[in-house]
């Protein structure tokens, strides 16, 4: 039998291809993900102005950016590298909101999904398939929700001050970094490789 | 007169339609950055599999989402804030590839771009239509480009190794992150607000 899933608003096939077209292939923690950001928003009052904060950087936050308005580069999704696979949808000013987690108690009937979420079998072994079969079938009730309340300094948003320019590479940079900017510093993971080319 | 422009294949005018449906609104970083991508892509041999290295969490990386296969959430766009509205597209395994940066000595023809990316004018002083006028006529013109290399470090995957169940809050987490996870060591920045809801 077909289950009927939407994710929300999307069918559950008009989704895939979202994920594929953005996030490059069908990964099964953007199918778990849509899910969970689905129930996130069920459970918040429409309308709201919301943020987002990830706990992980691996897929979770492009199922954020594709089914909210909070992307990275706005500023309204911030990922902090907890090791967890959850997320929390927050209205903007009161830091209120829910978190959604996923739960290994509740993977018992699914051992496909249990297998690889707990990494207990390597990827080349796994049934890639029946892997999405499951996460369609087990959705948000692999899921926990919590009500949660963001502390009130990562709410508040640093305004950077004034820019300076760096003497060492000639390009802006926060004043408040110091002399030079952070990688001239030595923050930069990259060494120039020859002459400008433009 | 108008500029015929195009960024990546995209019309101008459709570029804006994306930014606007990704990232909420026409803002002038991520039509700079448009332009800075479309940069870096010209400058890089086509076909190859690219990484992308953010240095600004502000806007950039949205046009790197928006116009690249490279996303957070794939783990092919990392952002490192320097604080520098700059970014590297790589050849994933050997790391060679392009920076674009903006150059602000470049911005003396263009008052209303200078103004705006060095902060010197507040946002309400700002000519927004002005500004977006320049950005298009301007374009790629105001960045430099530079031949990078990765650092090995930066390129080697980090493969976390097994997960454990967190004996405080029950989730997954990398064992190695310590006999708790990270988020129960102290590392989340919110917290529980009433009983769990699912």
């Given at each position: ?26 990964a ?6 849509g ?76 051992p ?19 892997l999405?079969e ?65």
């Amino acid at each position: 039998m077909q289950v009927m899933t939407t994710i929300c608003s999307h069918s559950f096939d008009d989704y895939l291809r979202m994920v594929e077209s953005f996030h490059g292939h069908v990964a099964p923690g953007m199918v778990l993900g849509g899910f969970m950001v689905a129930l996130a928003l069920r459970h918040l009052p429409a309308g709201e102005l919301l943020d987002a904060l990830c706990e992980t950087p691996k897929c979770l936050p492009d199922a954020i950016q594709l089914l909210t308005p909070c992307t990275v580069g706005n500023g309204w999704l911030r990922v902090v590298n907890l090791g967890r696979f959850a997320m929390t949808l927050y209205e903007k000013r009161s830091g209120e909101g829910v978190r959604v987690s996923v739960d290994p108690s509740r993977m018992e009937p699914w051992p496909e999904i249990r297998d690889w979420f707990l990494k207990l079998v390597p990827k080349e072994a796994q049934d890639r398939r029946l892997l999405l079969e499951q996460i369609r079938e087990a959705g948000s009730g692999l899921c926990g929700v919590r009500p949660v309340r963001l502390l009130a300094d990562f709410l508040t948003v640093r305004r950077r001050g004034s820019l300076a320019i760096c003497p060492e590479c000639r390009e802006s940079y926060p004043a408040d970094d110091g002399v030079t900017c952070l990688g001239c510093q030595g923050g930069a993971p990259y060494r120039t490789d020859g002459p400008p080319r433009q």
